[in-house]
């Protein structure tokens, strides 16, 4: 049976900027993604992130991917987020979903979709997702 859940906390965020990807556009960035997520996610992720600020700036877009690993209210193991975010003159849209699929451990079958809140400069995430349970 699946059931429905809900998941939140506050996490730190490491990024670090990387020399450009050979061949790439010299406008797109690269960085390195090392997180750590606190309440009910306990875990690490590392990451990959490429962005692309614009001439105008409040404009910008980014994709990531990271893989998260540690335990979601109480279930260990490892997980896949991807991450697509654009800033259209100032106006922020984020998507960032569990990739199907990519569940290990007590964490299987999950799937479900992130949001990110940054608030005086501190983050914190809201992860409504769904797993498999037993009846």
Do not use: C, W
Request: charged share 20%; glycine share 12%; aromatic share 4%.
């Amino acid at each position: 049976m699946r059931t429905k859940h809900h998941a939140s906390g506050p996490f730190d965020v490491k990024l670090t900027p990387q020399a450009p990807i050979e061949g790439a556009d010299a406008g797109i960035g690269h960085l390195l993604l090392d997180k750590q997520f606190h309440g009910d996610l306990e875990a690490t992720s590392k990451g990959q992130m490429l962005a692309l600020r614009t001439d105008i700036p409040s404009s910008a877009g980014y994709v990531a991917i990271e893989r998260v690993s540690g335990t979601l209210q109480g279930r260990a193991g490892s997980f896949a987020l991807q991450h697509s975010g654009t800033m259209n003159r100032g106006a922020a849209s984020l998507v960032v979903n569990v990739v199907p699929d990519s569940g290990t451990g007590a964490l299987e079958g999950l799937s479900g979709a992130m949001k990110i809140a940054v608030a005086d400069g501190k983050h914190s995430y809201e992860l409504e997702y769904e797993i498999e349970t037993s009846a």
